[in-house]
């Protein structure tokens, strides 16, 4: 129930090309989706969010889209580019209390080829 | 504007020596601090969280502990390390007082350990 599954473990496009990554949850009690980007060696990266009352944000060439019915949420990153290859973790926070506590997906690594 | 500064950047330590990582965060008050570990090429794990001074949540059972002293520092400890301590410990902050969701959690570089 307080697992997030992140799909797929890696994924390589071209440069332009529209890699989609999804993220399943079972727990209707989080409330809070964001996406996180890390390089090599680098700390995570707070890329977008998302609240389960709205279906898609769009920030820049980062996109995301929420199925609330389905439990499930995707990043969609337009016009691809080298600079975007990195790992991407989805997370999910539940919903009430004061810790702010995240569970994180496995993470996908993303390599964009020039 | 809000920092995190963790140290060292990287360390290498022998089987049974105690460990010390800071985390210190700048520009916010009263924030919850989180201390994560990431092996090598996996997730990231939840160590430890705190929500103020003096008050630790331990996610599991293991060979590390957490100290907040200090409202903006938080320490992770260890007396004796392990072969498997090793990974990538990376301490996190959130302020559910701030504006938008307030739920956004902000990561610092991170701490490399090798344990040898």
């Known amino acids: 129930q307080q697992q997030v599954k992140q799909s797929p473990q890696s994924l390589i496009v071209q440069k332009g090309g529209i890699p989609i990554i999804n993220c399943a949850y079972e727990?209707?009690?989080?409330?809070?989706f964001p996406w996180y980007q890390q390089f090599p060696g680098k700390g995570p990266a707070l890329l977008i969010a998302i609240r389960p009352d709205v279906s898609e944000k769009k920030e820049g060439r980062f996109t995301i889209s929420f199925n609330k019915s389905a439990k499930q949420f995707s990043l969609h990153i337009m016009d691809s580019q080298p600079g975007d290859s990195a790992t991407y973790f989805c997370a999910a926070k539940g919903g009430g209390g004061n810790t702010g506590k995240l569970i994180f997906g496995q993470g996908t690594t993303l390599q964009v080829k020039p | 504007s809000q920092t995190i500064h963790q140290w060292p950047a990287t360390l290498v330590q022998p089987v049974g020596s105690p460990l010390s990582l800071e985390c210190t965060v700048e520009?916010?008050?009263?924030?919850?601090l989180y201390w994560y570990r990431q092996a090598a090429g996996r997730g990231l794990q939840l160590l430890f969280y705190s929500v103020g001074i003096g008050q630790i949540s331990s996610e599991v059972p293991q060979n590390l502990s957490a100290s907040r002293p200090q409202d903006r520092q938080f320490i992770l400890s260890s007396k004796k390390l392990l072969l498997s301590d090793s990974g990538f410990y990376l301490c996190?902050?959130?302020?559910?007082?701030?504006?938008?969701?307030?739920?956004?959690?902000?990561f610092g570089p991170g701490t490399r350990l090798t344990v040898t």
């Open positions: 727990n209707t009690a989080f409330d809070y």
């Open positions: 520009g916010t008050s009263n924030p919850n």
């Open positions: 996190a902050w959130s302020d559910l007082t701030s504006g938008r969701a307030g739920y956004e959690q902000y």
